[in-house]
């Protein structure tokens, strides 16, 4: 009843054919936000905030993308 729960790993998908990884960086502070931006809208929509390479890697791992099949925007 109170046991603890398994954690899974799963791998999260997307639609490759209709949204893009992308990185949004800021100039000015450094910050660096994980999205997938629609190509037909051109609208982003954010999935998590990244504040280091390993996080980084590890969400990239989890959606099944390469490092390089991501844009970075300024």
Known sequence: MFGRKEKHAS???YDREKEKPVL?????TGEQVFGF???ETGKFEE?????????LKELLGQYGIA???V????
Not at 24 to 28: A, G, H, L, T, V
Not at 47 to 55: A, F, G, Q, T, Y
Request: hydrophobic share 25%.
């Open 24 to 28: 949004r960086c800021s100039i000015c």
């Open 37 to 39: 931006r629609n190509m």
């Open 47 to 55: 999935v998590s905030l990244i504040r280091n390479e390993k996080e």
């Open 67 to 69: 490092q390089d099949e």
């Open 11 to 13: 791998t999260v998908t």
């Open 71 to 74: 844009e970075k925007v300024y």
